[in-house]
């Protein structure tokens, strides 16, 4: 699996020929849009940051979309989404954390998440999560010892911060200094598999956004 970040909580998983893009920043978004086609789109939060569906078309290859809680399997994938609560910019939202079954792997992506405990439904599925994306920065969302508080719950092997890009990286570091880790763990992009995460615990990997 190949692992793309584009900035905000954008993220791209490649497997094969199989492409899931997950919050796609849309045209409207004051971050900077990417671009490409997709067979599954995942939208945690319903605002221009995070829903931005169009841009995983192209030409007459359309995604097929999620965009809240529940169970799904697409195209082999199996997908559970679990309701939470979003404050992104001070407007609450329903917020899904999805957790997808992908190559042997479990991979959660947590969306623009302000909630600072999982639900009791959410914590009983996020168990032996190999890969873990989680917000650090943003108006309302969690802090960095928030956000680094849900991942040692959860204890993923891989976390990968995202929403970093906003003050200059402070929220980033400030996330790092939590973990105790130096962040040289930097990447354009993360190629990954199963037999990869054996001895893995809690490791932070930085994904360089793709359009910085």
Do not use: W
């Not at 692992?3 to 199989?18: R, S």
């Not at 359309?62 to 399997?73: A, K, R, T």
């Not at 079954?101 to 009791?120: F, Q, R, V, Y």
């Not at 849900?150 to 400030?174: H, R, S, T």
């Amino acid at each position: 699996m190949i692992i793309t970040y584009y900035g905000a909580n954008f993220i791209k998983l490649q497997f094969g020929d199989v492409v899931v893009g997950i919050d796609p920043t849309s045209k409207e978004s004051k971050f900077k849009s990417g671009r490409f086609a997709a067979d599954l789109a995942l939208v945690s939060s319903k605002h221009k940051d995070f829903s931005g569906t169009d841009t995983l078309s192209f030409g007459d290859k359309s995604p097929f979309i999620i965009n809240g809680p529940g169970e799904y399997e697409v195209n082999g994938i199996a997908i559970t989404g679990f309701a939470s609560k979003s404050l992104y910019e001070g407007e609450e939202r329903i917020n899904t954390i999805y957790l997808v079954n992908l190559e042997d792997m479990k991979i959660c992506h947590l969306g623009p998440l302000s909630d600072t405990a999982l639900s009791t439904e959410a914590k009983a599925h996020l168990e032996d999560i190999d890969v873990m994306f989680v917000s650090v920065g943003g108006k309302g969302l969690l802090t960095a010892e928030q956000a680094y508080k849900i991942c040692v719950d959860v204890g993923p092997k891989i976390i990968i911060p995202m929403m970093y890009e906003e003050d200059g990286g402070k929220a980033l570091k400030a996330f790092l200094k939590e973990a105790g880790d130096d962040g040289s763990a930097v990447v354009e992009k993360l190629t990954i598999k199963k037999k990869d995460l054996e001895g893995r615990d809690g490791d932070i990997i930085i994904l360089s956004s793709t359009l910085s």
